[in-house]
């Protein structure tokens, strides 16, 4: 068995976008990566909506901007390169003026890469936890654009900011489609429930909605019960409470996939 911290370790990777980037990151540690990816992300099918809003937000809609994915704030921007390249700048004033809400680090990141920085940071990286911090700011009579996550409505948060006077323009700008077919799910799941996986590290909800949306809840609680079962952060933990599954490892503060990574190998330094 390799001496590197994942040496000899099966670890399955159902990642789409940066497959490669954190298959790349165990296989250096020695693992070897079932690549399952179960979920793609595909701009919105219709760009209308989104330069609808987009218009509106560059022509002073909005007061504040909350963005809750990074994916979201990089396809407005894209949906304006290609259909309205005259929009880019006045929109990207328009971002520079609002006050910027993110939940956590990878909205933060994608405003880094336009020159920008996150105004209000969530506590915590999720819908609760904007809520929370937003509870310590005066949001009455304030228009507030909400990027969505994929087309998840988030009735949570729009009805927190109604309800504190506030009125909200949402915008969806991506969507999630299957990115493996019913029987490559189904492969997979026979495989974790052969116990051939020492691991599976999940890296969005979404991954584990379709996981669970292919077979019975039975079934795949029964195969993940056969390894190690591993969350990016506490938004993917969440998805797998709500189904029975309480994921084992989880970075402590950064949810990224190095610190991922970095967790996965102290798991399996640790006595049994």
Not at 193 to 221: C, K, N
């Amino acid at each position: 068995m390799s001496t590197r911290g994942l040496g000899g370790r099966t670890i399955a990777v159902p990642e789409t976008r940066e497959l490669d980037v954190f298959a790349g990151l165990l296989e250096r540690r020695g693992a070897r990566v079932l690549r399952c990816p179960l979920v793609a992300i595909r701009d919105a099918p219709d760009p209308q909506p989104v330069l609808t809003w987009s218009r509106a937000f560059a022509g002073g809609a909005c007061d504040d901007l909350i963005l809750l994915t990074g994916e979201g704030l990089r396809r407005i921007v894209g949906c304006i390169e290609r259909h309205d390249p005259a929009l880019r700048e006045p929109f990207l004033r328009a971002l520079a003026r609002a006050r910027k809400i993110t939940r956590g680090p990878k909205p933060a990141r994608a405003l880094k890469e336009l020159g920008l920085g996150a105004d209000l940071p969530a506590g915590t990286p999720t819908t609760a936890g904007v809520i929370q911090t937003l509870r310590s700011v005066s949001l009455a009579g304030r228009r507030v654009g909400l990027q969505l996550y994929g087309a998840e409505p988030n009735r949570p948060l729009v009805e927190f900011l109604q309800g504190v006077g506030a009125s909200v323009l949402s915008v969806a700008p991506y969507v999630y489609a299957d990115a493996a077919d019913d029987r490559a799910v189904h492969t997979l799941i026979e495989t974790l429930a052969a116990g051939a996986v020492d691991a599976i590290a999940f890296t969005s909800a979404s991954q584990v909605e379709r996981l669970f949306g292919v077979a019975s809840e039975q079934a795949v609680r029964g195969a993940l019960a056969r390894t190690l079962v591993a969350a990016v952060g506490p938004i993917v933990a969440a998805a797998l409470a709500e189904h029975g599954v309480h994921p084992r490892v989880m970075p402590a503060e950064a949810f990224f996939l190095k610190p991922l990574t970095t967790a996965l190998e102290e798991a399996f330094a640790a006595p049994r």
